[in-house]
């Protein structure tokens, strides 16, 4: 069976809401919300493919577009590439030019809408930011709680509280104070045994890569409405976080770091060979900072996930 592939924009307006569209009842997953788009035609560049559909079905012509993520899919009845882009300025009003129902939803709304199956990595991609800070090791916790305040007030919006030298009970306390810091600013990400997963309903989890595969043949541990990542090394727990059921990754190390001097670095092309093959969102880490996100998108990944990178507070 022939994989179609198709051009695909998640199309953000300047405040931060996104443009879905209504699946007309008689084609394919009809009645279904889905991201503007249409097929691409032998031999056409996907982005002037993008720019085509988008100009046919919604009138605008997108003027600012970059990669987001790809998607394999089997349905039962035919298999798509997903090619998703992020489209953030345009030119022309939007209008449902083949009178298909347009909205403009938040990006946490989106969960609230019924998509094919094949568009809930994209709508995990369309939430997540480009930049995930994890917070650097042998701090003590007012030095983390301020370093997240300014973290916070510098625009990041996702946060792993990693503090593998600290008692359970400290970073249980230094949990519960960053969650609510972040509080409706930006998406907290804990650390450590499954078993605290009750207690701290708001926060999703980052399992470890060892978690990852001890746990990965049971299932996700956690609902589907709570951020679930794992850390990934190889190809290996790639397919063990599909298996999961994971809503993102961090894949390092991407390049020698100093923390892990030893760990065999990825490089740019394993690390995109890998993605290309992965359909969730994935953070490129290690020795990589914000001047690498375009580097990042173009190789597959969401965007990249560092410590000094972001931390803005000294780690001495």
Known sequence: MKRIHVAAA?????????????????KHQGGLWEFPGGKVEPGEAVEAALARELEEE????????????????????????LDVWEVSAFVGEPHGAEGQALAWVGS?????????????PIIAAARLPDRYLITPEGL?????????????ASGIRLIQLRAPGMFDAEYRDLALDIQGLCAGKAQLMLKGPLEWL???????????????????????????????????????????????????VTLSPLQATPTHPDAPALGWALAGEWLRRF????????GVGPQHLAHAWQVGAQGVAGIRAFWPAPAD
Not at 10 to 16: E, P, Q, S, T
Not at 279 to 286: C, D, E, S, T
Request: include cysteine; charge should be neutral.
């Open 10 to 26: 998640v199309i953000r307006a300047a405040d931060g809401r996104i443009l879905i569209a209504k699946r007309p009842d008689d």
């Open 58 to 81: 919604l009138g605008i012509r997108p003027t600012d577009a970059r990669p987001l993520i790809q998607v394999h899919h089997d349905y039962p009845d035919k298999q798509v590439l």
């Open 140 to 152: 003590p916790p007012q030095a983390l709680l301020q370093g997240v305040r300014l973290a916070l």
């Open 279 to 286: 359909n969730q969102p994935a953070y490129l880490l290690g």
């Open 198 to 248: 009750g207690d701290f309903p708001a926060a999703g989890w980052h399992l470890t890569a060892e978690q990852l595969r001890r746990y990965a043949d049971q299932g996700r541990p956690l609902a589907q409405s709570r951020w679930l990542a794992a850390s990934c090394h190889s190809a290996h727990e790639l397919a063990l976080a599909t298996q999961m059921g994971v809503d993102f």
């Open 108 to 120: 946490r709304q989106l969960a609230e809408y019924q998509f094919p199956a094949a568009n809930q």
